[in-house]
Nanobody, 116 residues
């Protein structure tokens, strides 16, 4: 079955960096585009952050993270990454990865906190 396991979150100061990872299994990773989403607060909808197209090297970003976040993928290891630089106070959230156009299942996410 499909499994998505996010990791790499933590506490960082404004302007700092984190690298998130999402290890996947149960589907043909290289054949699908992969997204990162974030949920800013419990009960709020997840918002789309970035996509790594299956047609590498195409990537897409929401405007608020363009120039600061970089999505990448390792097809040999079925893993997608999100390099987050110049983190801002508005970036804290639980971050999730997901197959593009899929509605689930979702992993547990990884928490990012930006605090001085």
């Amino acid at each position: 079955q499909v499994q998505l396991v996010e990791s790499g979150g933590g506490v960082v100061q404004p302007g700092g960096s984190l690298r998130l990872s999402c290890a996947t299994s149960g589907f043909n990773f290289s054949a699908v585009s992969m997204d990162w989403f974030r949920r800013m607060a419990p009960g709020k909808d997840r918002e789309w952050v970035a996509q790594s197209s299956r047609f590498e090297p195409m990537t897409f970003y929401t405007d608020s993270v363009k120039g600061r976040f970089t999505i990448s993928r390792d097809n040999a290891n079925n893993t997608v990454y999100l390099q987050m630089d110049t983190l801002k106070p508005e970036d804290p959230a639980t971050y999730f990865c997901q197959r593009a156009t899929a509605s689930g299942p979702w992993g547990q996410g990884t928490q990012v906190t930006v605090s001085s």
